[in-house]
């Protein structure tokens, strides 16, 4: 699979597609896959933000975030927002999945980000770079777009939650490689039987 930006480019090789040259994806491309993940927050090509740049074919999905894992997650919890953990008998790692779920709605509410963006701010499932997949807090993805640039939300987060580290683009664990469009399916055509049809009503004088 490739690309280029205009007809008198050359082509260039596809992020994520697959490996060697191949059609499909087979046994064992995830891990090859993941080789090219993650991407710094403004190097993330054209053709992975754009539906229609390779005709027929839907781009994977990128998360923008932080992919740290549950027990990191946690600890950022615990350290910034104690008073949020409702310890019980319960064995601390479900406890954990309860407050990680939490987790954008805290982080909605202590940053103060305008609710149009609140479906941007997730815990999601990702890969790193050797095909291992855990949490990431993320601020928006390639489908959706993220948290203002221009605004502090990111800075802020990065500052008070992250000890700076820039948010990167983070393979999904789910949509991880480019697949097929559906075509729209043809109208279905009514078959009528000929004594079936009603006569239309001739008009009243």
């Not at 896959?33 to 994977?60: F, H, N, Q, T």
């Not at 406890?95 to 701010?121: M, N, R, W, Y």
């Given at each position: ?30 891990k090859r896959v993941c080789r090219s993940a993650p991407l710094a ?121 992250f000890d700076g580290k820039e948010p990167e683009w983070v393979l ?34």
């Amino acid at each position: 699979m490739s690309t280029s930006n205009s007809a008198s480019d050359s082509a260039i090789p596809v992020l994520f597609s697959p490996p060697s040259g191949k059609l499909k994806y087979e046994a064992g491309d995830f891990k090859r896959v993941c080789r090219s993940a993650p991407l710094a927050l403004d190097d993330l090509p054209y053709y992975l933000l754009e539906e229609d740049v390779i005709p027929g074919w839907r781009p994977p999905r990128l998360w923008c975030g932080w992919l740290l894992g549950k027990a990191a997650l946690f600890d950022i919890v615990k350290r910034q927002y104690p008073d949020r953990i409702c310890y019980s008998r319960s064995h601390e790692l479900l406890v954990a999945t309860t407050v990680i779920d939490e987790f954008p709605k805290i982080i909605c509410e202590v940053f103060q980000i305008p609710p149009e963006f609140h479906h941007l701010v997730k815990v999601v499932d990702a890969a790193d770079n050797d095909g291992k997949v855990g949490m990431a807090l993320t601020i928006g993805s390639t489908y959706k777009g993220t948290l203002p640039r221009d605004g502090d939300f990111i800075e802020r987060l990065k500052r008070e939650l992250f000890d700076g580290k820039e948010p990167e683009w983070v393979l999904c664990g789910m949509r991880w490689g480019w697949s097929k469009k559906r075509s729209a399916p043809k109208p279905k055509t009514q078959k009528t039987s000929y004594h079936s049809v009603t006569p239309p009503i001739a008009p009243t004088a």
